[in-house]
């Protein structure tokens, strides 16, 4: 059985134990909350469409998170003004998980969400760890972490620090950069905010340097993950 709810101006289509990223709502971990703002009702080719709303249809669900998505930069330039500006926001979210959904004008149970999947992993972990306590296995189990450190740091050793492996810096505008004194990646890597405004200035690059993300490709390819593919720049 689904449903189609509305929160926060945005419709979502939820089912019994989905986890749903909406905006943020009043509650803590735990908490259960309902959703009266129910657009549809369907289980498999039964389908019941409100107008607007199905009447006596509910959603319930318990509250797992209240959490913030990632930072999104947003930066203002008026040519030949001197205007720059530059903001970020971090939306406020609640992550729920949906635990009932009823129709006919039924009340909720106030049942929390069970994660049974998880719970077994959980209870199987001490057991596995149980049978190996007498022997001397946990010894050898304990030296495999050092093996997976050693060949996680081989790669670092290959790394090329080369700005060319920048997507879009060619032989040309390496040398106006290397003329800037911007020779490695380490150093794009490091720079600031001011630092990206006068390099744009500089080469007239008109926000290129935020559009492609230099920044955040130098410290990739100094982790060692490679350039990245045209699609992304």
Not at 32 to 59: C, K, R, S, Y
Not at 168 to 195: C, F, H, R, Y
Request: no cysteine.
């Amino acid at each position: 059985m689904f449903a189609v709810i509305k929160t926060g101006g945005k419709q979502y289509k939820v089912a019994a134990n989905d986890l749903v990223r909406v905006e943020k709502l009043a509650g803590e971990a735990g908490d259960v909350i309902t959703f009266e703002n129910v657009l549809m009702v369907g289980a498999d080719a039964d389908v019941t469409l409100g107008a607007p709303l199905v009447d006596g249809a509910l959603v319930a669900g318990e509250v797992v998170e209240q959490f913030r998505d990632k930072k999104v930069i947003v930066f203002k330039k008026k040519r030949r003004q001197g205007y720059r500006r530059k903001n970020g926001h971090r939306q406020e979210l609640t992550l729920v998980r949906i635990t009932e959904i009823l129709t006919g004008g039924a009340k909720p149970s106030g049942k929390k969400a069970a994660a049974p999947k998880k719970a077994a992993k959980a209870e199987a972990k001490p057991a596995a760890e149980a049978k190996p306590a007498a022997d001397a296995k946990p010894a050898k189990a304990e030296a495999k972490p050092a093996k997976a450190e050693k060949t996680e740091a081989a790669p670092a050793a290959d790394i090329k620090d080369d700005i060319k492996l920048i997507g879009g810096v060619g032989p040309a505008l390496e040398k106006k950069l290397n003329a800037m004194g911007i020779t490695s990646l380490k150093q794009i890597a490091e720079w600031t905010a001011d630092d990206i405004v006068k390099v744009d200035e500089e080469l007239s690059f008109k926000g290129r340097i935020e559009r492609d993300d230099w920044i955040g490709q130098a410290k990739d390819l100094l982790a060692g993950k490679g350039p990245r593919a045209k699609a992304d720049q």
